[in-house]
């Protein structure tokens, strides 16, 4: 059963434009939700995360927003840039487990 | 700080074989969680230990085990193994003690069974 959903599995962008990553998720108890990313070869690396008692959480050019009435959290990457081409995993934890996505595969055009 | 080591980083194996794999955390961290990557699946959660214990387990058969050691290392074992066993099995560490600690991923295992 999976509890967190990335519906895109890819998503194209041209360089300095916007990226926008949703997804979502069914189980109410998560209470804290993160955003990694992985490049081919090596293991995932932590990006962003926001608290379920959040609505938004900016770092730099990443912002994450989460709509806890809808179930869902987006990941906005403004300017996108080259090197931000990975696979996203978007992932939610409860209990001391992180439930994953299944992932986006991001590319950015030059 | 040193980050996560797995070792080994590839395997081969035959169906019905079983094999160990292990996980150095960073320094200071006492939480290993282990992972199930497939393509198109994401990341499959396998369990969680802290402090030697077992805290948290995923939806996978026995034939997955683990264990943690009092230097917070951990092993994961596959025993009987199947052809659909083939993935990347990746451990992440963090410091356990709070709910939203940032976990860190080794490089990964990629194991493939034959």
């Known amino acids: 059963d999976q509890q967190v959903k990335q519906n895109s599995p890819s998503l194209s962008v041209q360089e300095g434009r916007i990226s926008i990553l949703n997804c979502d998720y069914t189980?109410?108890?998560?209470?804290?939700f993160l955003w990694y990313k992985k490049y081919p070869a090596e293991g995932p690396t932590f990006l962003i995360s926001i608290s379920s008692i959040k609505d938004k959480n900016e770092d730099g050019r990443f912002t994450v927003f989460l709509n806890k009435s809808a179930k869902h959290l987006s990941l906005h990457i403004v300017p996108s840039q080259p090197g931000d081409s990975a696979v996203y995993f978007c992932?939610?934890?409860?209990?001391?487990?992180?439930?994953f996505g299944a992932g986006t595969t991001v590319t950015v055009r030059a | 700080k040193a980050g996560v080591t797995q070792t080994p980083r590839y395997l081969i194996k035959t169906r019905g074989q079983q094999v160990t794999l292990s996980c150095s955390p960073i320094?200071?961290?006492?939480?290993v969680s282990w992972y199930q990557q497939t393509p198109g699946q994401g990341l499959q959660f396998l369990f969680e230990?802290?402090?030697?214990?077992?805290?948290n387990k995923g939806n996978f058969p026995g034939r997955f085990s683990g264990r943690q050691f009092s230097n917070s290392r951990s092993e994961m074992n596959v025993s009987t193994l199947e052809l659909g066993d083939s993935a990347l099995y990746l451990c992440?560490?963090?410091?356990?003690?709070?709910?939203?600690?940032?976990?860190?991923f080794g490089p990964g295992t990629r194991l493939t069974v034959l």
């Open positions: 992440a560490s963090a410091s356990g003690l709070h709910q939203d600690n940032e976990q860190f």
């Open positions: 992932a939610a934890s409860a209990d001391y487990k992180l439930s």
């Open positions: 320094s200071g961290h006492r939480s």
């Open positions: 189980n109410s108890m998560f209470d804290y």
């Open positions: 230990y802290f402090s030697e214990t077992q805290r």
